[in-house]
């Protein structure tokens, strides 16, 4: 390999580093406003104990979410939906 194609791998490693820093910060980011949300707190508890079979019989506050409800799930304290969404409001 010469000296240019190692450089450029080199480069190309660092960027890539680079982005998955950024994305694991922008995870912990995610995770720690999700925590600090009231709605997306009580939203892990519905999503825990189970969805009322009508809009109506809801709160208001998770309404919103009511559409793509069998889309949402709990990973451990998080509340993701699909499989690497983290939520946040």
């Known amino acids: 390999m010469n000296e240019s194609m190692e450089f450029e791998a080199e480069d190309t490693s660092r960027v890539l580093l680079g982005l998955i820093n950024l994305l694991v910060a922008r995870q912990v980011l995610l995770r720690e406003e999700t925590t600090r949300s009231l709605v997306l707190n009580r939203l892990k508890e519905i999503v825990h104990r189970g969805w009322h079979e009508n809009i109506k019989e809801q709160p208001t506050y998770p309404r919103p979410y009511w559409f793509f ?5 709990r990973y451990g304290a998080e509340l993701r939906m699909g499989p690497s969404d983290i939520l946040r409001c």
């Open 69 to 73: 409800r069998d889309e949402l799930f």
